[in-house]
């Protein structure tokens, strides 16, 4: 193999795992909120399928690719709102109702796309086109892995220093940590926990949306069923082995990444391993980190238990 | 005097309980009002209704005279009110500054830490308390963390201060620097209301209320009043303040049950918490364990009962070695451990009584049919203890955090009292009883050694020590300084042991 050809699949596997980094990035970041705030919210999967699909919906009705990942960001803050309903108002159990809302969206994606579709070819659209930064892209092999990507890849990527700085340099974020932490010591200071535990479910559901519609429009040019396949699932276990810190989740983001592209290039580099393989190499990195991270965990102390006075 | 607060037969319930019925009240600006009663007279709840935190469902509240609502402890934090509540509020994994700071400003999207900082600053001067704002909680001793607590209150402009029970996790030492704080912020023009167990603090009040079972039995002035006369209005009948000595059978202690001998154990910072611990604890006899808090009392209690392996040392019971056994091992040796942190260490706070209970004894054959759980068996065992430890709930499956913290307090008891049968660990039994409780608690105590217990009992009261102890073990700075006799030793020179002062030892 040729030297050119070698930094060449380097440079399209980095460059890959950027694209794919980035709707799993959107939705862990923003579970990172929800989960600082104390709700364990297990929905991402479905809340991510919910913005991809109506992405898909409005992009191929209107044609217009913004209104697409417009209406996916309000169909994840609609999905987002019975989640906190559910956990915050009525309090249930958090997992059960992630669970819930997964099924229900997986069950309801399906139908809807079944009737859109109905006696008619699938229809298709346009999706995004990279974005090249002038100047930044030109310089070798960094350039072209970083800096010629889709425009809301460098939003995914600035949103990890945007949620760092609200969550530690904030008076939001003090807050929302302490909702976490120990949420009565906000309620003594007669400040609403629900409505900052609603605040932080719907910021969430909204990036997770977010996540599915550009997983959608920056891709693929047709919905297929279950089309997230578990990276709302990816999102949950990148904040826990990145423990709960914008940095891991960031780092933990990019590892999964780096295996999948790497997976999606095994046929050119003629690697021998089924694909499979490269599927589960997150789920095992994660449980292999969270061993030896154990003793310093920094999960909040109140995390998924339902806030009674 | 002009009246700053006043409640107007102000009645709260819970679900099975009145816990505050038309409650007459009212705190003059400038005294140091003393909220006194037994464990669930309705001292807490009366608080939080002052506080907003509860909304009473009769009776109103007036401020200055006027009529109001507080509708949400913000609108009480408005009125001026602050509140110190009697089981900490506090982000362990926060700095002080960001405790004090967290939820306090309302607008704008700044921190404004360097602000707050200096304002934490001048109020540390001012009431001479020694924090460092940056530290995180999670380190504080118990003591520091409440007057972070207090400065949480202060830091918000209380005019009117509710402390509850705040003395019942300090150090002697402590609630005295306390005093000068609250009779400091008296000279100031703050009132204060002050809930309190301990009968000195309540005699250096400038009036106190009665509650017995949510109902105001009175208000006096303590100069009217001696301490006898109070305790009974608390309970409606006499109770003894100070137990009798009345020494065990100085023969049957020879026997040794527990025999310690060099333990040593580095928590996980690497501090050494145990220095070479060597005790004997006889049959039927009570070895008192005097100490400042935090000099290695806690990890004392924790290797006697297994929970933690000492680097060191070995443990004998009954002539047999257990050091390094899981706690279960000791547990079904028959060692009971009454732990100083009760919702984090001797309760599931979401539990209900009879199933914390039996914590930890859940496999006894008494608690089970086959691979259950024999409810209806632990149900009759739990209500019995409830009777025996007059354990104020509407029902054995109350949740304990419903439960008064003294209550509480009573089900750990109840729990390690029955079970055990060798060796009894108790680490600040009596923290937030009331007085009633604490001379049943030590007559409790007396019986479980007269019936052959070996008892290790940790506290503050010095007194009490002298009084129940058979020896009393000094510890400091995780050694023992010295072992004394309480016939012939002084508080005084306990303290100098506690101080670090060595002797040797008296065996
Ligand atoms: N959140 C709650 N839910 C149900 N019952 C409660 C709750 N809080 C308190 N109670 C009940 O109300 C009564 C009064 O409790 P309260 O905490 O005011 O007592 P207290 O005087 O502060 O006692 P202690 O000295 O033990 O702290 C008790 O019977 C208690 O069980
Ligand atoms: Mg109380």
């Known amino acids: 193999m040729g030297e050119l050809f070698q930094e060449a699949i380097l440079v399209s596997i980095l460059a890959g795992m950027i694209r794919i980094a980035t709707p799993i990035l959107f939705a862990a970041i923003g579970e990172l909120v929800t989960q600082r705030a104390g709700i364990w919210n297990m929905g991402v999967e479905g809340t991510m399928l919910m913005g991809a699909f109506t992405a898909y919906f409005i992009a191929t009705a209107t044609g217009s690719v913004w209104l697409a990942v417009l209406a996916a960001m309000i169909a994840g803050a609609l999905v987002g709102l019975i989640i906190a309903f559910m956990t915050v108002t009525m309090r249930v159990d958090h997992f059960i109702t992630g669970l819930g809302i997964n099924l229900l969206v997986a069950g309801l994606t399906l139908y809807w796309f079944r009737m859109y579709i109905k006696g008619r070819a699938q229809p298709t659209f346009d999706g995004f086109d990279n974005v090249a930064i002038p100047g930044l892209s030109a310089i070798p092999f960094i350039g072209e892995i970083l800096f010629d990507q889709r425009l809301l890849t460098y939003m995914a990527f600035a949103a990890v220093p945007a949620v760092w700085y609200l969550l530690y340099r904030t008076r939001w974020g003090l807050e929302l940590r302490c909702l976490g932490e120990n949420p009565k010591a906000l309620d003594i200071k007669g400040l609403s926990v629900s409505a900052r535990q609603y605040a932080a479910v719907l910021f969430g559901s909204v990036m997770t949306g977010l996540g599915g519609g550009f997983l959608m429009l920056g891709f693929s040019d047709r919905f297929l069923a279950d089309i997230t396949a578990g990276r709302g699932w990816l999102a949950i276990v990148a904040l826990i082995a990145g423990n709960w810190m914008p940095r891991g989740v960031l780092a933990a983001v990019l590892v999964f990444a780096l295996l999948e592209s790497v997976a999606t290039h095994v046929q050119v580099l003629g690697i021998d391993v089924p694909h499979q393989i490269f599927l589960a190499l997150p789920y095992l ?9 154990r003793r310093q965990s920094r999960q909040p102390q109140r995390l998924g238990i339902p806030y009674f006075r | 005097m002009t009246t700053i607060l006043r409640t107007v037969n102000l009645t709260k319930r819970f679900p099975g309980v009145i816990a505050n019925e038309d409650v007459n009240f009212d705190l003059q600006k400038g005294e140091i009002h003393c909220l006194f009663g037994e464990n669930g007279a309705g001292k807490s709840t009366l608080s939080s209704c002052l506080f907003g935190f509860y909304q009473p469902e009769g009776g109103s509240l007036e401020l200055n ?38 939820g306090t400003h309302e607008h704008g999207w700044q921190l404004g830490l360097d602000e707050a ?77 002050l809930i309190s167990h301990k009968m000195v603090e309540v005699m250096q009040s400038d009036r106190v209320t009665v509650l017995r079972k949510g109902k105001v039995v009175g208000t006096v002035c303590p100069d009217e009043v001696t301490p006898k006369e109070l305790t009974r209005m608390m309970v409606g009948r006499d109770i003894e303040l100070r137990v009798v000595r009345d020494r065990s059978n100085k023969e049957a202690a020879k026997e040794p049950v527990l025999v310690v001998g060099g333990l040593s154990y580095r928590d996980t910072r690497d ?41 060191s040392g070995n443990v004998t019971l009954a002539g047999e070695r257990i050091e390094g056994l899981p706690s279960r091992h000791y547990m079904d ?4 451990l009454v732990p100083d942190d009760r919702f984090r260490e001797g309760l599931i706070p979401e539990f209900g009584i009879q199933e914390n209970m039996i914590l930890g004894w859940q496999r006894h054959d008494d608690y089970t049919q086959g691979p259950f759980l024999n409810h209806k068996q632990i149900g009759t065992i739990a209500e019995g203890l409830i009777d025996e430890f007059r354990i104020k709930a509407p029902s054995a499956d109350t949740p304990v955090n419903h439960l008064s ?4 307090q009573k089900v750990i008891l109840a729990r390690e009292f029955v079970h055990s049968n060798k060796l009894l660990l108790a680490n600040q039994p009596t923290r937030g009883l009331d007085l009633g409780v604490i001379e049943y608690v030590y007559k409790q105590i007396i019986a479980k050694r007269d019936e052959g217990y070996a008892v290790l009992l940790a506290s503050e009261e010095l007194e009490d020590l002298l009084n129940l102890s058979d020896r009393i073990a000094v510890i400091s700075g995780g050694r023992i300084t010295g072992v004394v006799d309480p016939e012939n030793t002084s508080i005084e020179e306990i303290g100098l042991l506690m101080a670090g002062e060595r002797k040797e030892a008296a065996e």
């Open chain 1, 285 to 293: 990195a994660s449980i292999l980190l969270l061993m030896g991270l």
């Open chain 2, 117 to 193: 900082r200096k304002r934490v600053a001048s109020l540390c001067r001012e009431y001479e308390i020694d924090l460092e704002p940056d530290a995180l909680v999670r380190d504080l001793a118990v003591g520091q963390q409440q007057w972070v607590e207090i400065l949480k209150a202060l830091y918000l402009g209380a005019k009117v201060l509710i402390l509850d029970e705040p003395s019942a996790v300090l150090t002697p030492e402590e609630s005295i620097r306390l005093f000068r704080i609250i009779s400091h912020m008296k000279e100031l023009g703050l009132s204060i209301i």
């Open chain 2, 405 to 408: 913290g003294g209550n509480a």
């Open chain 2, 271 to 311: 501090n050494l918490m145990l220095d070479q611990v060597t005790l004997t604890i006889g049959r039927g006899e009570i070895l008192g364990l005097a100490g400042v808090s935090g000099n290695g009392q806690k990890e004392l209690f924790e290797v006697l009962s297994g929970i933690i392996v000492p680097g």
């Open chain 2, 65 to 102: 005279g006027e009529p109001v609502k507080f509708r949400s402890p913000r609108d009480a934090i408005h009125a001026g009110i602050g509140m110190v509540h009697q089981h900490f509020v506090l982000v362990p994994d926060f700095t002080v500054l960001e405790n004090i700071v967290v």
């Open chain 2, 333 to 336: 040796r028959g060692v009971g």
